[in-house]
């Protein structure tokens, strides 16, 4: 069962273009929604994140949208780069009860290719 | 400020085996999660290292045993390999927050990219 479902699977968007990744997720229990950056051959970095308390949330040219009624977040990239040519994941966890942690729960993916 | 840190950073071993893969984390924690990334897919919980202890698992099998140990250096074990097993095997830090709860945050290391043939 796939938890955090994310499209579309790939994006090609010209400089200067706006990039949109949608997620959409079932667990209500997810109260953490970050979105990862990977280049090839590196592991996934954090790139921005949001709790459902926030509607929106923007760093630089990076945005997400989250809409909680409809258990939809979304990662907005504008003014869309050339070096922004990655494979964006979306993913989302919960709080467990007890001492412990955390566990990312993440989508299959998006690779954008962001072309002169 | 080193990140983490994977060893090696490419495995190849015949079905049937056992490996080991190793991860340091960033300085400064003292948690440690595993995560396998099938080609195209995005990464799995395999489990979580806290305090020397397993504390999280994913949906994997006994196949897949970890350690933590006490300068919070991790290794994750796999036993009787099989083709499946072919992943990137991805290590993640991050700092244990109040009560162990663990911040926010994690830091990814590079991977171990494990070919079974």
């Known amino acids: 069962q796939q938890q955090v479902k994310q499209s579309p699977q790939s994006l090609i968007v010209q400089k200067g273009g706006i990039s949109i990744i949608n997620c959409a997720y079932e667990?209500?229990?997810?109260?953490?929604f970050p979105w990862y950056q990977q280049f090839p051959g590196k592991g996934p970095a954090l790139l921005i994140a949001i709790r459902p308390d926030v509607s929106e949330k923007k760093e630089g040219r990076f945005t997400i949208s989250f809409n909680k009624s409809a258990k939809q977040f979304s990662l907005h990239i504008m003014d869309s780069q050339p070096g922004d040519s990655a494979t964006y994941f979306c993913a989302a966890s919960r709080g467990d009860s007890g001492a412990g942690s955390y566990q990312l729960t993440f989508g299959k993916g998006t690779k954008l290719s962001v072309i002169p | 400020d080193a990140g983490v840190t994977q060893s090696p950073t490419h495995l190849i071993k015949t079905r049937g085996q056992q490996v080991t893969l190793r991860c340091s984390p960033k300085s400064g924690h003292d948690t440690v999660s595993w995560y396998q990334q099938a080609l195209g897919q995005g990464p799995q919980f395999i489990f979580q290292?806290?305090?020397?202890?397993?504390?999280q698992r994913g949906n994997f099998p006994d196949r897949f045993s970890g350690h933590q140990f006490p300068n919070y250096s991790s290794e994750l074990n796999v036993n009787a390999l099989l083709l499946g097993d072919s992943a990137l095997y991805l290590c993640a830090s991050s700092l244990a927050g109040p009560q162990g709860r663990v911040a926010y945050g994690y830091t990814f290391g590079s991977g171990t990219r494990l070919t079974v043939v």
């Open positions: 667990n209500t229990a997810f109260d953490y």
């Open positions: 290292y806290y305090e020397e202890e397993e504390r």
